[in-house]
């Protein structure tokens, strides 16, 4: 079965250091991950996504994302923190399950990255 | 700027009351997610549907949740009788079309509205 794991339910980061949120998945077939963000009271938004090519992502608001095939991980980073990225982020991949829509995706826990001044 | 638009943002109401939620989904996304989300069980998959049709609505209590899509500009979910376990936060999500030779670069992302809470007492 499709799965994501995220490992850490929070992160705190001190603003201007690098952050990473962690990311596995359990996929049948090939990969495709996704990162969204969800600020408080809102919906999620994406970032970006992994199908093939390059494995590292770039995304929205200075996000990147690294897809190592050999660990199963697609780790969310960022070289700088801003305390306005302090959010939930959600790491998901396609459901790949036999007859399933591929618009269909499953998401992670969900990790709350708190940044400090 | 397009958006998911959400109606009620906030509900509350007494066990027993039928509780309905509405979505507008982009104009040309051809699929419409449900989501619950609650501390607890985090984020929830109810139901799906594509160019109006239901996909999936496993996730879904059946005996009091129903999902549909009257039209392709309106999608309800539907609580009857609503109980105090459904207070959660319900997003609708809606994609653009996936193409149909089902290629890597068809594949899109969800765009989600803002929600609605909904507090059962």
């Known amino acids: 079965a499709q799965s994501v794991a995220q490992p850490e339910d929070q992160v705190n980061v001190a603003e201007g250091n690098p952050l990473t949120v962690k990311c596995t998945y359990s996929v049948s077939g090939n990969p495709y991950l996704f990162w969204y963000v969800q600020y408080p009271n809102r919906g999620l938004q994406f970032l970006l996504k992994?199908?093939?090519?390059?494995?590292l992502v770039k995304g929205s608001y200075g996000f990147e994302a690294e897809f190592n095939k050999s660990q199963t991980s697609f780790h969310l980073k960022k070289p700088s923190a801003l305390v306005s990225d302090s959010a939930l982020y959600f790491c998901a991949v396609r459901d790949t399950t036999p007859y399933s829509s591929a618009s269909k995706i499953i998401f992670g826990s969900g990790t709350r990255l708190s940044i400090r001044p | 700027d397009a958006r998911v638009t959400q109606t009620p943002r906030d509900k509350v109401t007494e066990m027993g009351q039928e509780v309905t939620m509405r979505c507008q989904p982009i104009?040309?996304?051809?699929?419409v997610f449900w989501y619950r989300q609650t501390m607890m069980q985090g984020l929830e998959l109810l139901a799906y549907f594509r160019n109006r049709a239901p996909l999936d609505d496993s996730g879904m209590p059946k005996d009091r949740f129903s999902a549909e899509m009257p039209d392709a500009t309106l999608a309800t979910l539907k609580i009857q009788p609503s109980e105090p376990r459904d207070s959660a936060v319900y997003f609708c999500?809606?994609?653009?079309?996936?193409?149909?030779?089902?290629?890597?670069?068809?594949?899109?992302?969800?765009?989600f509205g803002p929600g609605t809470r909904l507090t059962v007492l």
């Open positions: 992994y199908i093939t090519g390059d494995n």
């Open positions: 999500a809606s994609g653009l079309p996936v193409g149909t030779s089902g290629g890597a670069s068809s594949y899109n992302e969800q765009f």
């Open positions: 104009l040309g996304h051809n699929t």
